[in-house]
């Protein structure tokens, strides 16, 4: 069934009778006779098919009544994520994960999105599944942008191979922008800005090693919209202001 105004990408979908079951209508094994009996409409359409799956802004109506699902209190947090953590939820090896990080936070929220082991910066997490789908899904291109410290200065005709594209062993790179921004004086460490729109595992990295200077460090200092503060500790952590959720969201065009 084809939904009013659906979009091209994928969006956080669930079966019809669990959300009628969330909304109270009944329990789901009375909700799937429910369906079965013709009483449930979405976007308009009679459904009967156990299957259909909906998302949020569907209009489903039954018996006649449109259905009020619960208000759901979405969270929504920047950590600063040290190295030493990795980014998941549970670790059967047993390692630190960023969710110790974030134990008086009073919602089950998520990570978006990846910062491996050796890496730190911003990571956002929150509990807005369709916003976190969106980040993350490569159609939108959300951009992100790492500091990076090498070994020694790197020359500009190298750079612009990653500006170009750099081939991996998982396909070439799409184009980047870098920069640097080294501070000057005695033994400061050669350090660059690089901003990027795809997601690939340990990317940043395999850039670097593949023109031939391996990183020393890594950090994200941007995710789309969002800038890691300055005075904001490793391991620390705030709440998102709602100017920064709503360009945010704008950037992955929900509103």
Known sequence: MKRKNEQ???RQEERLQKVLAQAGVASRRHAEEIILQGRVQVNEEVVQAL???????DRIVVDGLPLQLPQKE???YLLHKPTGYITSVIDPQGRKTVMDLMKTVPQRVYPVGRLDYDTSGLLLLTNDGDLAHRLMHPSYGVEKTYRVEVGEKIPEQVLKRLEKGVILED???APARVKEVSQKGRGSVPTYEIT????RNRQVRRMFKT???PLIALKRIRFGSL???HNLAPGAFRALSQTEIRQLRQTVKLT
């Open 8 to 10: 091209s990408v994928p």
């Open 51 to 57: 299957g259909t799956k909906v998302v949020p802004t």
């Open 74 to 76: 979405y969270a929504y």
């Open 171 to 173: 396909g070439k790179t």
């Open 196 to 199: 990027i729109h795809e997601g």
């Open 211 to 213: 023109i031939g200077f």
């Open 227 to 229: 800038q890691l503060d």
